[in-house]
């Protein structure tokens, strides 16, 4: 049963990833619980130069097996990322562009979190044009560029027309947009959204503007798989990572009456601001905390009702480490008998798309009763003591989940994502 009493229910039909442990949902699922990084040596570009060499970087990963030759040179990688995690998603929930009447696709919304969008595209075409190649650069370098263009893409690429929005809140990015995505369809905004989040960050220039900041970790280029350690003492800094992660977000009487697979509801969001910092949190973890509180208060559950928490779990001494008080505070005693783990410790930091990551994890541990492990957890550290599954999936089952995300520009927020009762 929903929480939110009166209104209209979001539940989730169709889920859909391209991630660097695996392209595909079931090949990104089956890595992530059994603990198969997808941290590796940069093989897009040389980095050689650089201090930091290892990213989660998607490899056998084709974009003319999702858009036209022609677009893929007129596009970031975001966009056949997206569309490729999102044709999983819509044939996952059951759903047919090609059969749906000009009304039908009228219906269906998109909602896309994406933190840089097609930033390593202006890249690319900055490149050619200081190298001397202005020629081959793109007639459509500016809208290409626009952020707000990545949904697009996808509503012109399935022939929706719904509304067609970006949400662009840093790390928080996808979050948000299934947030608002729940919002949407609770409200009678929308019937169908299809949401998620996809970032494509691996350029030469923005992994140079990361190093500058000091936030990556420097000292695992010789073993990549080992560099990404959330709540490890030894832990230095973030590994950076790319992907898409996308859902079907549907009205729950609808997806019923057409007998779709629910994986579970989402029943709260809540988002705040510490207004403190461009990348700095404080150090309290008040409006973290403050974040899940509103989310399950959305929800109506309380703290002995969760049964899992997807964390942020950067790998940074200092998010770490607030992430985890922000949890005590929001949970009190019951903190420390939640299981919890980061996914970024197995495919690395996909920045705007990393909380569509955790929520499929989330949903898949869901289905199969099984919790990802966190990797790399070997040192422990005493400012963050909590159980966060380290090494080994573990088996158990989950009525409730929070989905935590903390992002640049002091804001967070957090999903509850619900299992439905028969």
Known sequence: MSGNTGLRRAVIT???????????REAFWSATWR??????????????????????????????????????????????????????????????????????????AVLI????????????????????????????TVP????????????????????????????TSSTDALGYAAQNIRCGMAEVVVAGGSDAPLAP??????????????????????????????????????????????????????GAHIYGEITGYGSTCEAF?????????????????????????????????NLHGTSTVLNDRIETRALKLVLGRRAYQVPCSALKSIIGHPQGACGAAGVAATLLAMRDRR??????????????????IPHRARETEIEHAICNCIAFGSKNSALILSRLEN
């Open 371 to 388: 919790l990802p492990p966190t990797l790399n957890l070997d040192v422990p550290d005493p400012d963050c003591d909590l159980d966060y």
């Open 144 to 171: 290409s560029a626009t952020i707000g263009t990545l949904a697009s893409e996808i509503s012109m690429h399935f022939g929706f027309r719904g509304f067609s929005h970006l949400i662009s809140t840093g790390c």
């Open 14 to 24: 169709g889920i859909g990833a391209v991630s660097p442990n695996g392209i595909g």
């Open 205 to 258: 220039l923005i992994l140079k503007g990361f190093t500058l900041m000091r936030i990556m970790t420097t000292s695992w280029n010789h073993a990549p798989e080992r560099g990404s350690r959330p709540f490890s003492a030894d832990r230095d800094g973030f590994v950076l990572g790319e992907g898409a992660w996308m859902f079907v977000v549907e009205e729950y009487e609808r997806a019923r009456a057409r």
């Open 277 to 309: 910092h461009r990348v700095r949190l404080e150090e309290n973890g008040e409006e973290p905390a403050r974040a899940m509180k509103l989310a399950l208060d959305q929800a109506r559950l309380g703290p002995a009702q969760v049964d899992y928490v």
């Open 35 to 108: 603990g198969q990084s997808g941290v590796r040596r940069i093989q897009r570009f040389d980095p050689s130069p650089f201090p930091v060499q290892i990213a989660g970087e998607i490899v056998g990963f084709n974009p003319a097996d999702y858009i036209s030759p022609k677009d893929a040179a007129n596009v970031s990688l975001v966009v056949p990322l997206a569309v490729a995690a999102a044709r999983e998603a819509i044939e996952d929930a059951g759903l047919d562009p090609h059969r749906m009447t000009l009304e039908d696709r009228r219906k269906i």
């Open 113 to 140: 979190g994406s933190g840089g969008g097609g930033q390593e595209f202006v890249e690319r075409q900055y490149a050619l044009y200081y190298s001397g190649h202005l020629r081959q650069c793109s007639v459509y």
